[in-house]
């Protein structure tokens, strides 16, 4: 619907009307009772079971609506994240916003060359240490998918990554289940031991279902886990409309707003009380090229649409901002990536990943990663609105002045003018002085800034008892997994 309304001293913008919110949750609830999801694990079919669903077939599982409600009414209205130090970070309700990149993009965008390559552990870390100075990335993720180490560790060690070069949270992605228990292992290490992680989660944990109305066994296996830990999760259906949801926002809605309660259920009945924060993100199919594409105005909208169920529900919402189709740091990647963003903010979703995806999420960018932060602290400036108090409306300054006169001299400009706001990256000069200092683009400065970040920013580094407790961790899994010696260690860039 796209109504604009007031929200603190800013905008809020709502795509969905509370009918029409409450039309999709009896939809989906609907979808839930008579058609049921398949959920290939055992001990969430038996809670399922024993709490009074119908089961058929051994694993097709009918969700009666009152276990949807009494998921809603038990899980929390918010949830915290705290950085290594045990400081509170992001307060993931209402409408507050935050950012953070993405995980696992399969190429790295080289500042240096340019070029298109594989990740190394080196270019992980370099990633981290620049989004640890970044003001406005407030949180972390892997960003690439490791090629240096065995693949059955690349979950593993890009935690230990993240963990040892920012102290802002993380949000993680886990193979499997013990995967996800070795991950909790390094971040109790990290912050002091498991009870105090679980009073003051470091991460949260991204798992998702199979679209259409299916949970694979090890996506239960790390909701439970993250449940019976007291680590926040999002279960979140990555539908791409027009295959594996349908076409149709309202419809795609329906069904990943289904598959997103039926997560709900199992992860409150494992543990009541436990924090889960909602969301999903749609794609649309382009049926021209048969790819998934982001940031189109129907990926907005379901972002939207989500938004306003989650609260509607009064949970904490997950989505998408900073991310694009472009192959190369281009208008395209700027114009997409922006838009996200903005809209995004707007929505009030809770926390946003993926900053720096290009080309569908196959590549990551740094140069998009320090844009998209400028971008970033220039919405936030919107979304502060317009202050009305005294001195801000200036009357005695306006009358002081008075017919013909100029307020670049009067106090009133000296008090306040250090409150508009500035940008680090963008250029405001003339064209004169902008071909003296020569005649950089965008892309030229965030380049640069890349570089300096790396040569002077050194992150709040852990002590060498964590050090050594994280690897411990590491070890212990690489013998479990029986990785050759050869792959244990890589250039990790600390």
Not at 61 to 83: E, I, K
């Amino acid at each position: 619907m796209g109504v604009g309304t007031s929200h603190g001293n800013g905008l809020f913008f709502r795509t969905l009307t509370e009918k029409q919110a409450m039309d999709i949750h009896d939809a989906s609830c609907q979808i839930l009772e008579e058609t049921g999801m398949v959920i290939h694990h055992e001990e969430a079919v038996e809670l399922l079971r024993q709490a009074g669903a119908l089961v058929e077939n051994g694993n097709r599982v009918y969700f009666p609506t009152y276990l949807v409600q009494q998921a809603l009414q038990s899980a929390p209205s918010r949830v915290t994240l705290y950085n290594r130090s045990g400081e509170a970070a992001l307060h993931l309700e209402g409408s507050n916003v935050y950012f953070g990149t993405g995980s696992d993009t399969l190429n790295y965008l080289d500042p240096n060359t340019l070029q298109r390559r594989k990740w190394l552990q080196e270019d992980v870390a370099n990633g981290i240490k620049i989004c640890d100075k970044l003001p406005n990335i407030d949180f972390v993720m892997s960003m690439g998918l490791l090629s240096d180490v065995d693949p059955r560790m690349i979950n593993r060690e890009q935690y230990a990554i993240m963990v040892q070069n920012t102290e802002k949270p993380q949000v993680v992605i886990a193979e499997d289940g013990d995967t996800l228990r070795d991950i909790i292992e390094m971040a109790a290490v990290a912050v002091g031991g498991k009870e105090r992680l679980r009073q003051k989660p470091l991460f949260m944990l991204y798992t998702e279902p199979t679209s259409p109305l299916q949970h694979p066994k090890e996506s239960v296996d790390k909701l439970l886990i993250a449940a019976e830990n007291g680590v926040p999760t999002n279960f979140a259906c990555g539908g791409v409309a027009g295959a594996s949801v349908p076409v149709t926002v309202g419809a795609a809605l329906v069904q990943a707003n289904a598959e997103a309660l039926s997560g709900l259920v199992i992860h409150q009945l494992k543990a009541k009380g436990a924090p889960f924060v909602y969301g999903y993100g749609n794609s649309p199919l382009d049926m021209r090229t048969m790819q998934a594409v982001y940031a189109t105005p129907e990926a907005i909208l379901y972002q939207g649409g989500m938004v306003d169920l989650a609260h509607y529900y009064q949970l904490p919402s997950w989505g998408y901002a900073g991310c694009c189709n472009s192959k190369v740091c281009d208008e395209q990647a700027i114009m997409e990536s922006t838009q996200f963003t903005l809209m995004g903010a707007l929505q009030g979703c809770n926390i946003m990943h993926d900053v720096f995806y290009m080309e569908f999420g196959l590549t990551g960018s740094l140069e998009l990663l320090v844009i998209s932060n400028e971008v970033i602290e220039r919405t936030r400036r919107l979304l502060r609105g317009i202050d009305t108090d005294k001195e801000s409306l200036g009357v005695e300054a306006i009358m002081r002045v008075g017919p013909g006169g100029n307020f670049l001299g009067d106090e009133h400009t000296a008090a306040h003018f250090r409150q508009n706001w500035l940008p680090e990256l963008s250029d405001f000069s003339n064209y004169e002085n902008w071909s003296e200092n020569g005649s950089k683009t965008m892309a030229d400065r965030a380049r640069e800034r890349i570089k300096t970040i790396l040569e002077t920013h050194h992150p709040k580094p852990v002590t060498e008892e964590v050090r050594a407790g994280i690897e411990a961790v590491l070890v212990k899994a690489r013998e479990k997994c029986a990785v050759p010696r050869s792959r244990y260690r890589g250039k990790r860039g600390k």
